[in-house]
C-alpha cells in the first residue's frame, strides 16, 4: 500500500508539472508508425522515468521509447519493470478533448501487480494492487451494475484496431444496443471495470496500453482474454488483442459471439 500512494504521488505531480501546464498549448510530431507525440509525452516520460526509477530500481519501459529501446526492456524487466504510458490519447490531449491519462504499472514476471490511471482534467484516479481490489477516488469498483445480456449493453470497440472484416461485420451488425470509442485505452480498461461501459474489444494492444488497465479490470472482478488465449496473461506476445467485460455471463456471451466471428471471417 506504501508504494502504491508514492506512485499515486508521483503520477498527480507530473500531471500538475509535465502534462496539464501543456494541454492545448504545444504542437505534434509524427512518429514512425504514425502516430503522434508531443513536448508533455516527452517531459512527462523524461519525470516519470526518473522518480518510478529512485522510487523502485527497476526496468522503466516507456511508450514514448523507440521499439528497440521497448523490446530490450520487456527482455529484460522479467524481474521487475515499469510500464508506463506519459500520455495515453496523446490526439485527445492535442486537439482539446478531456479524454486521456497518464498510466504507470509494475510488472513482474509479464503480470501487472500495480496500476495507477489518472485522468488530470477530471481528476479520475484509478488504481490497484494485485489481490487487494481496484478503486476510484477511494471508491471500491465496480461503480454500477453492467448489462446482463448483449443486445442492452453499452460496447467500448476500437473498430479501427480489429481485423478488416471482424470490424466490417461489427459495424454492419453489431450483437450490442450501442457503442463508443474514445481513443485512451487506459481509461477504456478502467471504465469497464467501473460498469460504465458493459463491453471492450479492442484488436491490438502493447504493454504501456494495458498493464495498468487490465489489473484494474480484474481487481475490479471482472473478466478479460484474447482472441486466442482465455488466459489473458498467457498470451506469448507482449502486443495482444483484448475481449472484456465485467459481468462474467455478459463476457461469456462476448467472448463467444466476437470468437465465432473472428474464425469465420479469418
Not at 49 to 73: D, F, H, I, N, T
Not at 143 to 149: E, M, N, Q
Amino acid at each position: 500500500m506504501e508504494m502504491l500512494k508514492q506512485v499515486i504521488a508521483i503520477v498527480k505531480r507530473v500531471a500538475e508539472k509535465d502534462v496539464m501546464p501543456r494541454f492545448m498549448q504545444v504542437g505534434r510530431q509524427h512518429k514512425g508508425d504514425g502516430s503522434f507525440y508531443t513536448e508533455a509525452d516527452l517531459a512527462a516520460q523524461a519525470s516519470l522515468v526518473k522518480e518510478l526509477a529512485a522510487l523502485y530500481p527497476v526496468v522503466v519501459m516507456g511508450e514514448e521509447m523507440s521499439q528497440q529501446e521497448q523490446l530490450k526492456c520487456w527482455e529484460e524487466g522479467s524481474a521487475g519493470l515499469w510500464s508506463i504510458d506519459p500520455i495515453d490519447g496523446t490526439s485527445n490531449f492535442y486537439n482539446g478533448l478531456p479524454y486521456f491519462a497518464i498510466s504507470v504499472a509494475l510488472m513482474q514476471s509479464g503480470k501487472s501487480i500495480l496500476g495507477v490511471i489518472y485522468n488530470p482534467v477530471t481528476k479520475e484516479l484509478f488504481c490497484a494492487e494485485r489481490g487487494k481490489g481496484a478503486f476510484l477516488n477511494g471508491i471500491a469498483l465496480p461503480i454500477r451494475k453492467s448489462a446482463v445480456s448483449l443486445q442492452s449493453a453499452v460496447a467500448n470497440v476500437d473498430l479501427k484496431r480489429l481485423p478488416r472484416k471482424l470490424a466490417a461485420k461489427i459495424a454492419a451488425t453489431p450483437p450490442y444496443a450501442s457503442q463508443r470509442n474514445y481513443g485512451a485505452c487506459a481509461l477504456e480498461w478502467c471504465y469497464t471495470a467501473a460498469g460504465y461501459f458493459d463491453l471492450y474489444l479492442h484488436g491490438g494492444q502493447k504493454p504501456w496500453d494495458y498493464a495498468a488497465g487490465s489489473l484494474i479490470l480484474e481487481e475490479a472482478r471482472g473478466h478479460m482474454c484474447s482472441f486466442d488465449q482465455d488466459d489473458y496473461w498467457s498470451e506469448a506476445t507482449w502486443q495482444r488483442s483484448v475481449i472484456a467485460a465485467l459481468d462474467l455471463g455478459l463476457f461469456e456471451q462476448w467472448r463467444d459471439w466476437v470468437r465465432e466471428q473472428y474464425l469465420l471471417l479469418k
